[in-house]
């Protein structure tokens, strides 16, 4: 690739103080790596693919690649862009490696949460000449927080421990974070009360989210009085997490006066805590409320609010009003193949068939398709995909065969299906 001006122009000013004299080493005529591996987390930060790209091949033909501090760069920068195989790729070349560029390959992956390569990068580091630090660690400790890997991340607690990191604030809050999403709340709350007076406010906010995340709600929103009572200053993620552990649970008197109080405490809310409250309104039937709270909001509501109230009206059977939702939310997302669906379900519900069938053409004609979500489950160390109508795995039989079971239970307990009786056959068998 060459580097003519036509092809530099986009970059960062860090090009121009590469390119000059001043900034090479001229004992040996090379260019000066620490402004070219700043230049690197420039564009990491501004997500500039192509500039870093451009960088990438400046370093090959200047021979600064070679440098460590470069190379580890070069690695932040191709993970943090997503390009995993690229940062790979750039870890393996680098002639000399160390402690910062097996944390930052190994950050990477986590970002991918890709748990098992995390977990074989860790090990090869182990048995190198080099010793994992308490940032390796807290790469580690993310990986699994964001897989669901409750084992791994127990062995990481181990290595923790073993190497004396267990005091560390920020790894203290990883391991919260990775016990709450890992569904271990009750290692989560050991861990933040052996805290004792060492809390931050990360502290306090990653217990609260973990008590909203498997609706302890009581038990967040006692926490928050605790902060109150202590003089902790509050946060606006303090205040969402609130907010969602209230949704979750009903407590609607609770959570509006958690909002009413945001700005008491100077909070200015954001669209995620007015969605909160929308939710909150729309879960416990108040739709109507719900409505007149958006038109009423100072900013204006953006897609996921409206579909906060699209939800709800589809919960509580309300048409008209999931109609404005959903009508609402294609201004915004036209391209949105779900929520067409819901619309034309929710015109055919109230007998506009002409508006249904308009919609369905809609969606042919513009090739929109739903994409299905997936959900994981680690089963004995071993992580799980799947999604709905999913019967990809070799044991989908044993599977089906206890979901069905568990129907028939719902169904003594008085469930009622939302859809016929042979969808449910067909989704399952």
Same mark, same amino acid.
């Given at each position: 690739?060459?580097?003519?001006?036509?092809?530099?122009?986009?970059?960062?000013?860090?090009?121009?103080?590469?390119?000059?004299?001043?900034?090479?080493?001229?004992?040996?005529?090379?260019?000066?790596?620490?402004?070219?591996?700043?230049?690197?987390?420039?564009?990491?930060?501004?997500?500039?693919?192509?500039?870093?790209?451009?960088?990438?091949?400046?370093?090959?033909?200047?021979?600064?690649?070679?440098?460590?501090?470069?190379?580890?760069?070069?690695?932040?920068?191709? /993970?943090?862009?997503?390009?995993?195989?690229?940062?790979?790729?750039?870890?393996?070349?680098?002639?000399?490696?160390?402690?910062?560029?097996?944390?930052?390959?190994?950050?990477?992956?986590?970002?991918?949460?890709?748990?098992?390569?995390?977990?074989?990068?860790?090990?090869?580091?182990?048995?190198?000449?080099?010793?994992?630090?308490?940032?390796?660690?807290?790469?580690?400790?993310?990986?699994?927080?964001?897989?669901?890997?409750?084992?791994?991340?127990?062995?990481?607690?181990?290595?923790?421990?073993?190497?004396?990191?267990?005091?560390?604030?920020?790894?203290?809050?990883?391991?919260?974070?990775?016990?709450?999403?890992?569904?271990?709340?009750?290692?989560?709350?050991?861990?933040?009360?052996?805290?004792? /007076?060492?809390?931050?406010?990360?502290?306090?906010?990653?217990?609260?989210?973990?008590?909203?995340?498997?609706?302890?709600?009581?038990?967040?929103?006692?926490?928050?009085?605790?902060?109150?009572?202590?003089?902790?200053?509050?946060?606006?993620?303090?205040?969402?997490?609130?907010?969602?552990?209230?949704?979750?649970?009903?407590?609607?008197?609770?959570?509006?006066?958690?909002?009413?109080?945001?700005?008491?405490?100077?909070?200015?809310?954001?669209?995620?805590?007015?969605?909160?409250?929308?939710?909150?309104?729309?879960?416990?039937?108040?739709?109507?409320?719900?409505?007149?709270?958006?038109?009423?909001?100072?900013?204006?509501?953006?897609?996921?609010?409206?579909?906060?109230?699209?939800?709800?009206?589809?919960?509580?059977?309300?048409?008209?009003?999931?109609?404005?939702?959903?009508?609402?939310?294609?201004?915004?997302?036209?391209?949105?193949?779900?929520?067409?669906?819901?619309?034309?379900?929710?015109?055919?519900?109230?007998?506009?068939?002409?508006?249904?069938?308009?919609?369905?053409?809609?969606?042919?004609?513009?090739?929109?398709?739903?994409?299905?979500?997936?959900?994981?489950?680690?089963?004995?160390?071993?992580?799980?995909?799947?999604?709905?109508?999913?019967?990809?795995?070799?044991?989908?039989?044993?599977?089906?065969?206890?979901?069905?079971?568990?129907?028939?239970?719902?169904?003594?307990?008085?469930?009622?299906?939302?859809?016929?009786?042979?969808?449910?056959?067909?989704?399952?068998?």
């Amino acid at each position: 690739m060459g580097f003519s001006d036509s092809s530099t122009e986009n970059l960062p000013v860090f090009f121009n103080d590469i390119l000059e004299p001043s900034c090479t080493n001229k004992e040996n005529s090379k260019f000066n790596p620490i402004v070219l591996s700043n230049a690197l987390s420039s564009c990491a930060s501004k997500h500039n693919l192509c500039g870093g790209i451009q960088y990438h091949c400046l370093a090959i033909k200047t021979g600064v690649f070679s440098n460590v501090y470069v190379g580890s760069s070069l690695v932040a920068f191709y /993970g943090k862009s997503g390009e995993l195989e690229k940062a790979y790729k750039a870890f393996e070349e680098m002639p000399v490696k160390n402690v910062v560029s097996w944390t930052t390959i190994i950050a990477g992956f986590a970002q991918g949460w890709q748990i098992d390569m995390c977990l074989e990068l860790y090990n090869m580091m182990k048995n190198s000449t080099l010793k994992p630090n308490d940032f390796t660690l807290t790469s580690l400790l993310s990986a699994c927080t964001g897989s669901g890997a409750l084992g791994q991340g127990r062995s990481a607690h181990c290595q923790v421990i073993q190497m004396g990191f267990d005091s560390y604030i920020y790894i203290c809050n990883a391991l919260i974070s990775m016990y709450c999403k890992c569904g271990s709340v009750e290692d989560a709350i050991f861990i933040f009360e052996k805290m004792a /007076g060492n809390k931050d406010i990360v502290s306090w906010n990653s217990m609260i989210a973990g008590y909203a995340q498997h609706g302890f709600a009581m038990e967040a929103v006692e926490l928050y009085g605790k902060m109150k009572d202590e003089k902790i200053k509050l946060d606006a993620i303090t205040f969402l997490g609130v907010l969602s552990s209230c949704r979750h649970a009903g407590l609607v008197e609770q959570g509006c006066a958690c909002f009413d109080s945001m700005i008491i405490h100077g909070v200015k809310p954001a669209a995620d805590h007015y969605s909160c409250v929308v939710d909150l309104l729309g879960r416990a039937g108040l739709l109507q409320e719900a409505l007149d709270f958006i038109l009423k909001m100072p900013i204006r509501p953006n897609a996921v609010i409206w579909g906060s109230l699209l939800s709800s009206c589809r919960l509580h059977g309300n048409i008209w009003i999931g109609i404005k939702a959903a009508e609402s939310r294609l201004l915004l997302e036209p391209a949105c193949a779900a929520t067409h669906v819901q619309l034309a379900s929710l015109y055919a519900s109230a007998k506009r068939w002409d508006e249904a069938a308009r919609v369905r053409k809609v969606m042919k004609d513009r090739g929109l398709k739903t994409n299905p979500g997936y959900s994981w489950i680690e089963v004995k160390n071993e992580l799980y995909r799947f999604r709905a109508e999913d019967k990809s795995n070799t044991n989908a039989k044993g599977i089906l065969g206890v979901l069905s079971c568990l129907v028939d239970h719902m169904k003594m307990l008085g469930y009622v299906p939302e859809m016929p009786e042979e969808d449910i056959d067909d989704t399952f068998f």
